[in-house]
């Protein structure tokens, strides 16, 4: 079965830092998505992320896959308060079908 | 285009009661998903539609859970009878391709009393 955690699950952090969100998943997978989620709304897709390497960066979010790890990264750069919200990752582990697995979710928090 | 559509946005109700829960996907969207997103189980595939057609069920937690797409602009998760541990927030998802990105609409909020 395939597992996948992300940590931390709560980030509390001060406006202007950068913090690193850790997604692991337990299986062979080529296709990894980050999702973010803000209180009571629905989910907004942020990355897609391909092949081993993959890096895709917007605005202070970037995110990258090392497929060999099975590890997946969101680095967040000088936080501000309009990225506070819960960001998951989800893994497809299959190439024939269509089934995301999603982590935990991280809820992030950034304060002035 | 208007994203995809769930229907009602809340909904509240006595165990033992059917509940239907309503998707209108992206226009030209193939694929067609619905989770469930619960404090303790997080988000989870509940069942996913190819063109019209259901392609896994796996997820469904009983048979007191069902879902139908009579056509590829709508789709419907019926609960029958539901029960308090029903209660999480239902999402519908629609993607254009196989492994594609997947879309959510605004999700329905179930609470069964």
């Known amino acids: 079965e395939l597992k996948v955690e992300q940590n931390p699950l709560f980030l509390s952090m001060q406006e202007g830092k950068n913090y690193t969100i850790y997604c692991n998943y337990s299986?062979?997978?080529?296709?990894l998505y980050w999702y973010r989620q803000d209180p009571g709304k629905s989910l907004e897709s942020l990355f897609v992320?391909?092949?081993?390497?993959a890096v895709k960066q917007e605005g202070r979010l970037m995110a990258s896959l090392d497929t060999k790890a099975r590890l997946s990264t969101l680095h967040i750069t000088a936080a501000v308060h309009d990225l506070s919200a819960t960001y998951f990752c989800?893994?497809?582990?299959?190439?024939?079908?269509?089934?995301?697995?999603f982590g935990t979710g991280t809820r992030l928090q950034v304060t002035l | 285009d208007a994203g995809v559509i769930q229907s009602p946005r809340h909904e509240v109700t006595e165990m033992g009661q059917e509940v239907t829960l309503r998707c209108k996907p992206i226009s030209g969207h193939d694929y067609l998903f619905w989770y469930r997103q619960t404090m303790m189980r997080g988000l989870e595939l509940l069942i996913y539609f190819n063109n019209n057609v259901p392609i896994d069920d796996s997820g469904m937690p009983e048979d007191r859970f069902s879902a139908k797409m009579p056509n590829a602009s709508f789709s419907t998760l019926k609960i029958q009878p539901s029960e308090p541990r029903d209660s999480a927030v239902y999402f519908c998802?629609?993607?254009?391709?196989?492994?594609?990105?997947?879309?959510f609409g605004p999700g329905t909020r179930l609470l069964v009393l």
């Open positions: 998802a629609s993607s254009l391709a196989l492994r594609g990105t997947q879309y």
């Open positions: 992320l391909l092949s081993n390497g």
């Open positions: 989800a893994v497809d582990m299959s190439r024939t079908a269509s089934k995301l697995t």
């Open positions: 299986t062979t997978s080529d296709r």
